[in-house]
């Protein structure tokens, strides 16, 4: 139903990682990093997460809670950025 991020895996030139939810493929970006920043340190529902993200609703939107690892959840949004900046130094 859900795949695992794999994000040292990918190459910066393939863009972000995706997540599959269903039928639906999520690009793990800024933004996305951010909304979920925003669940775990607010009282966001479920439902609030799934409008946030533009998801059919709160299954959609937990499904893609239990795939995403919890330490990208937790972290700054500008991590993403970070990452991509120190692999574009080792090509």
């Known amino acids: 139903m859900y795949t695992y991020i794999h994000f040292r895996s990918k190459k910066v030139s393939e863009g972000n990682p995706k997540l599959k939810i269903g039928d639906k493929e999520i690009e793990i970006d800024e933004k996305v990093i951010s909304t979920l920043n925003e669940y775990v340190r607010t009282q966001m529902s479920l439902e609030e997460l799934a409008k946030a993200l533009n998801l059919s609703g709160w299954e ?5 809670i239990k795939a995403v690892p919890s330490w990208l959840a937790w972290s700054n949004p500008s991590l993403q950025r970070v990452m991509k900046t120190r692999d574009l130094g080792k090509n």
């Open 60 to 64: 959609e939107a937990y499904e893609l």
